[in-house]
């Protein structure tokens, strides 16, 4: 079985440009989440789905930072006008159900100059 | 909201002896999940245990955890140490108020030869 998926592995950024993040979840599972995960802290929670729905994106900062999954599979993470402080790992992961078990993929690591 | 607490940043210990990784957390739920996930250098985080039961002994590769609602702890334990245990720890739970996943900060764990 596939795990989960990310694309791009690594992306070098200016300050102010703009990036997408693309994250294909474990075939079946409905719940999609997006973590951050600056260098040596833990993942943070920016957003999560349940198929399309968001079901919280209260910590993704949403000036700069969108997420969709318009069919419940794919998601794509977007910052528009990146900041020095977006740099970091963002990393998917995908769950059967609420409460059990995240599978991530391996990451994207994102540095802003 | 909830919350975990990992005191320990960096743990070093030599190969063989043992080693206990703490984790404590904050809920104001009682349904709750727990779970320790390891992350090797350049990879994704992977889950090593899951409990959701109090006072049950929960194994996996040699290392163990028991869930003490009591006491609000799930500490991460192992009998004898191996070099390939060097890694990053991180407890996490998933309360039933969200069901998202929270992380601590992480133990970055050193066995020494």
């Known amino acids: 079985e596939a795990g989960v998926t990310q694309s791009p592995r690594y992306a070098v950024l200016q300050e102010g440009q703009a990036v997408s993040f693309w994250c294909d979840p474990i075939s079946g599972h409905d719940t999609l989440y997006w973590y951050q995960q600056p260098r040596d802290q833990g993942p943070q929670l920016l957003v999560y789905f349940r198929d399309e729905a968001v079901i919280d994106n209260s910590q993704l900062p949403s000036d700069r930072f969108s997420a969709v999954r318009p069919k419940g599979t794919n998601s794509t993470l977007k910052i528009q006008s990146a900041k020095q402080g977006d740099t970091a790992t963002y990393l998917c992961a995908s769950s059967l159900g609420a409460g059990n078990t995240l599978y991530f993929g391996e990451g994207s690591r994102l540095i802003v100059v | 909201g909830d919350s975990v607490t990992q005191t320990e940043g960096l743990v070093t210990v030599t190969e063989g002896l043992p080693v206990k990784l703490n984790c404590t957390y904050q809920?104001?739920?009682?349904?709750?999940?727990f779970f320790w996930y390891v992350q090797y250098l350049n990879e994704a985080p992977q889950v090593l245990l899951k409990s959701s039961t109090d006072n049950k002994r929960t194994e996996h590769q040699g290392f163990h955890a028991t869930l003490h609602k009591s006491s609000s702890s799930f500490h991460l334990q192992k009998s004898s140490a191996q070099l390939s245990d060097s890694a990053l720890y991180y407890c996490a739970l998933a309360s039933s108020g969200s069901w998202q996943l929270i992380f601590g900060s992480g133990t970055q764990l050193t066995v020494m030869p």
């Open positions: 809920t104001t739920y009682l349904t709750i999940a």
